[in-house]
């Protein structure tokens, strides 16, 4: 039995070839997006859509108090008028009073549907959701004082 011969040696002083590293036997596994940033916190939209709803509710209370309550707004105007001129009609009229009480009820309603469907849009879009709550407010606020205004002619 032979044996190969052995393979030659490079001259004195040529720099050995460099040989790929071995890898440890104990390298920890890559994880995934091992350095990725953090999630952005939910915290500050958490936040937006329970005061958005909390106020939502708030309004649609409101305006069951104030479509009641406006049935007996009638009865603290002076229902015949005591002047009559040019620019101001009498109001004694029931056409009038039923016309603006309608009108203020079906204004109540459809606030309260568009600040829902706005509401819902706005979150569904990840978009703020407290300006659509509190402009269903106010815009009921406003719609009560114009109803006033009218109802008190």
């Not at 939209?45 to 309550?69: A, E, K, M």
């Not at 706005?118 to 269903?136: C, E, K, Q, Y």
Request: charged share 5%; glycine share 6%; with cysteine.
């Amino acid at each position: 039995m032979t044996t190969p011969p052995e393979p030659q040696l490079p001259p004195f002083g040529t720099p050995p070839t460099p040989q790929p590293p071995h890898p440890p036997a104990y390298a920890p596994q890559p994880y995934p997006q091992a350095y990725a940033p953090r999630p952005p916190s939910n915290n500050g939209r958490t936040v937006d859509r329970t005061l958005s709803w909390i106020l939502f509710v708030l309004q649609v209370l409101g305006t069951l108090v104030l479509g009641i309550v406006s049935i007996f707004t009638i009865f603290t105007t002076d229902s015949c008028g005591t002047s009559t001129s040019a620019t101001v009609p009498a109001v004694c009229d029931s056409d009038y009073f039923g016309g603006v009480l309608i009108g203020y009820w079906i204004s109540l309603v459809v606030l309260v549907v568009v600040t829902l469907i706005a509401i819902i849009v706005a979150t569904a879009r990840s978009a703020a959701v407290w300006p659509w709550s509190v402009g269903g407010v106010v815009l009921t606020f406003v719609a009560t004082i114009v109803f006033f205004v009218l109802i008190s002619r």
